[in-house]
């Protein structure tokens, strides 16, 4: 445990000493000019489109699982597959995507491939936290509104999701968390090393962050300093989604009174 | 004074899996009156109160045979809305659960799901209820804020408020005091004999004192069957079956 | 199938018809299982040419060479149980004394923070541990050791075991800390210390969660890609020790995917590759699930 503790901090000195040399301007500038605009916004459009699709699947999915599927064996099934979807190494899903996205649907290296692999591994980030959160909701409520004469889908939507909105949220910042810096599920269906300018349509293929850090370490044999800048900012994002889903979940716990 | 009869059931059977929890009960309850259900736990009580809403429904491992007719309509009939049912036969839980929202939105709910009003006749409707559950004093200087801010006899309130809002005929309440403190108890009480004048209210209970304190038809069910029904005064003070005898005098429960 | 499975099947499926919301959100829920499914065939699809040409051959071949059109993964195979095994070598007892420690010994206040400290781990990105490994590791081990790189195979296992840690100590963790209280109870009102405790009760009663984590720790490292590639060198060979550079199968697949011609052989070897490593996940993770049932059941 000590020599955990002791490396970790060595690993950290010797990050903080290659951030004297950040230029903050690069931000903002374009990779043509050697800035990082583009990448930026590259991984941003890339996490912001998987979410949008995999958010309301896995809540939906997460609903099904625990308010209406019967205890069978379809719903094993599901619930296996769900386990094993996670555990999926990315490049397979990276290879998948290609396979199914870019090539037999036609989409080639574009946003929208990403879009939909990226999906494929939040997905399950979602469900498996949404179930958790809709669990915990006291069952008082649905009751509730089922005895005011609310439908089933209706009880659930007024009462038990609203109250496990936080938590779903949670889960999907989390996903996003997950995303934001993968690299072996785009570096076939969505990204390439140099872009003009940012996609203009989702059918365009896009820059990210962790794929140039990649491609330039090992296809041309760059040496990470090359690259700290852009690790900086990508462990900036990942950390700040990161922490963002920690203190969401702290505060929402601490403002649901019905968790005795 | 004689008064129809509200409810009308007929050769009602229940079962939980293998369990037959309701054995061929008839019952009739009057309209404009309060009719309590007592016995001792786990007799089918709530069971039976919950067949009346088709609350039964919910839960996969009942079935149920007979004919429940509120208001001449045979609720087990197919083509019942039960929906609507819900909102004609209205229910008061044994531990109050108001809905994670305000104080207002708790009453507005049911009007609003079932489209019944909108802007200022829906807070009109929420003042009435509000009034009628006794509530409205004490709350109605802020509706916004959390339902769950209120003390627990205050939230029975409240829920009862909200059965209140969607105008059922019918009022079913299920201990509605058993997890309430005896000063929220009495108010409560007092509320039930109240609404009796335009409601229709059954309420289930296994105290014995509060089933002849408040209400004016007594049923005792033992075991899933009647064993005695009639005017509550007459149960108490003259009970004719033994087992009503044994129960009243404390012998068992 | 039985009459009274399809009975039951058949009016599961009516059930959903007559309910518009239900047959969506059952819809979502399948999901999972229509991708896993999808994933299987189109991979299985791609690779089955290379499987004709090579059988077995294609995992137990000596050599890869593309001018002359062989594809044996053999070296790849190695490389990938070299790093897997040296991850797990230290991860392991790491990990599973980590999590014992977090749900068992420290107070109760450092439990969440500790807890939240481990997820942040668990979110970094691999191409990030892969940059630190590059930065810190590589040179480290390069000048302790006096080799020619520091890319080799023993960088990719500590790497490597850094990255499946957290993914013990937090399925482990939570088996352990769902011990019921009054079975820790019995042993402590005996007269047991808290390790005698633990050693005693808690983890009989936590022996297949604890199984289990590592099958799916396993799973993570045999499957990690992209830091791996960056730190073991890329030389695919069966290598003689751990200083040597080494290629791991998933590594393989990112650095060669991009020049091999769509529809070719290679490009086919690639996707069999490819499906092999699928079929070894889902074996694993399905067995950890089976573990952790059977465990439950006692």
């Avoid at chain 1, 938590?167 to 872009?195: K, N, P």
Wanted: aromatic share 10%.
């Amino acid at each position: 445990m000590v020599i955990c503790i002791l490396a970790f901090l060595w690993i950290i000195t010797t990050i903080l000493t290659g951030i004297g040399t950040f230029n903050a301007e690069l931000l903002t500038t374009s990779a043509l000019q050697g800035g990082y605009f583009e990448m930026i916004v590259g991984t941003i459009y890339l996490f912001l489109g998987a979410a949008a699709i995999a958010g309301p699947i896995g809540v939906f999915a997460a609903i099904y699982l625990v308010e209406y599927a019967p205890s069978g064996k379809i719903t094993r099934i599901i619930d296996q597959a769900i386990n094993n979807l996670a555990g999926v190494p990315s490049i397979i899903i990276g290879l998948f995507g290609y396979t199914l996205f870019s090539r037999q649907l036609g989409f080639d290296i574009s946003l929208l491939s990403g879009w939909l692999t990226l999906s494929i591994m939040i997905l399950p980030i979602v469900i498996r936290g949404s179930e958790e959160a809709i669990r915990i909701v006291p069952k008082a409520f649905k009751e509730a509104a089922l005895g005011l004469g609310a439908t089933k889908w209706k009880a659930i939507s007024l009462t038990t999701l609203i109250a496990a909105a936080p938590g779903i949220v949670t889960s999907v910042i989390l996903g996003i968390a997950r995303v934001a810096g993968e690299t072996a599920a785009i570096l076939f269906t969505s990204s390439v090393i140099m872009t003009r300018g940012t996609p203009s349509s989702p059918l365009e293929p896009v820059m990210a962050l962790s794929f140039n850090m990649y491609v330039k370490i090992v296809a041309r044999g760059e040496g990470p300093e090359s690259v700290f800048d852009i690790a900086l900012i990508l462990f900036l994002i990942v950390v700040t989604f990161s922490l963002v889903a920690i203190i969401l979940r702290i505060y929402y716990r601490r403002k649901q009174p019905w968790l005795s | 004074m004689t008064y129809a009869d509200k409810i009308d059931i007929r050769k009602l059977n229940i079962w939980f899996g293998e369990k037959h929890v309701i054995r061929g009960v008839d019952l009739k309850i009057k309209a404009n009156a309060v009719t309590a259900i007592m016995g001792p736990s786990g007799c089918g009580k709530s069971t039976m109160l919950r067949a009346f809403n088709r609350m039964n429904d919910v839960i996969k491992s009942c079935k149920t045979t007979g004919d429940v007719f509120i208001g001449g309509k045979n609720v087990y009939q197919k083509n019942t809305n039960v929906y609507d049912l819900r909102r004609q036969v209205g229910m008061v839980f044994q531990k109050p659960n108001p809905l994670p929202k305000s104080i207002y939105e708790n009453v507005a709910f049911g009007p609003k799901i079932h489209k019944m009003a909108k802007g200022k006749s829906l807070d009109a409707i929420v003042e009435k209820s509000l009034r009628s559950a006794a509530l409205w004093e004490e709350v109605h200087d802020r509706l916004n804020d959390s339902a769950f801010d209120l003390s627990g006899g205050q939230q029975q309130r409240l829920c009862i408020a909200r059965a209140l809002a969607v105008n059922p005929e019918v009022i079913l309440m299920d201990e509605p005091c058993s997890a309430l403190d005896p000063a929220a108890t009495a108010k409560i009480e007092q509320l039930i004999r109240i609404l009796s004048s335009d409601y229709t209210v059954v309420i289930v209970t296994h105290n014995m004192q509060q089933a002849s304190r408040v209400s004016d038809y007594t049923v005792f069910l033992y075991l899933g069957k009647i064993i005695e029904r009639g005017e509550t005064k007459g149960i108490f003070e003259n009970p004719q079956h033994e087992l009503t005898e044994e129960y009243i005098t404390g012998q068992f429960g | 199938m039985s009459n009274k499975k399809l009975i039951q099947l058949s009016s599961f499926f009516l059930k959903l018809k007559s309910q518009p919301m239900t047959a969506v959100l059952f819809l979502c829920a399948s999901f999972s299982i229509i991708i896993l499914f999808l994933m299987l065939f189109f991979v299985a699809q791609e690779g089955a040419y290379a499987f004709t040409q090579f059988g077995s051959d294609l995992l137990f071949g000596m050599r890869w060479d593309l001018e002359s059109n062989i594809f044996g993964g053999l070296p790849l195979l190695f490389g990938s149980l070299m790093v897997t095994f040296g991850a797990l070598i230290i991860a392991i007892p790491i990990g599973v004394s980590t999590s014992i420690f977090v749900s068992e010994v420290l107070p109760f206040y450092l439990r969440d923070p500790i807890k939240s400290i481990i997820e942040l781990l668990a979110s970094i990105p691999s191409v990030l541990y892969g940059f630190i490994g590059l930065l810190v590791v590589v040179p480290f081990i390069q000048d302790v050791f006096g080799l020619p790189s520091g890319q080799t195979a023993l960088t990719a296992s500590a790497i490597l075991s850094i990255m499946t840690i957290p993914t013990i100590v937090s399925v482990s963790g939570e088996i352990i800390s769902a011990v019921p209280k009054n079975y820790k109870e019995a042993a402590l009102g005996l007269g047991a210390t808290k390790w005698e405790t633990i050693k005693s009760v808690v983890l009989p009663i936590s022996k297949s969660g604890i199984l289990a984590s590592i099958m799916l720790g396993f799973g993570r490292a045999v499957g990690e890609t992209i830091a791996v590639s960056m730190v073991s060198g890329n030389q695919a060979h069966i290598a003689s020790s751990y200083f040597e550079a080494i290629y791991t199968i998933p590594s393989f697949i990112a650095t060669h995917m991009g020049e091999a011609a769509v529809g070719s052989t290679e490009y086919s070897a690639l996707f069999g590759l490819g499906l092999i490593l699928l079929i070894i996940t889902f074996i694993v993770n399905t067995l950890a699930d089976v573990v952790v049932k059977r465990g439950v059941h006692q």
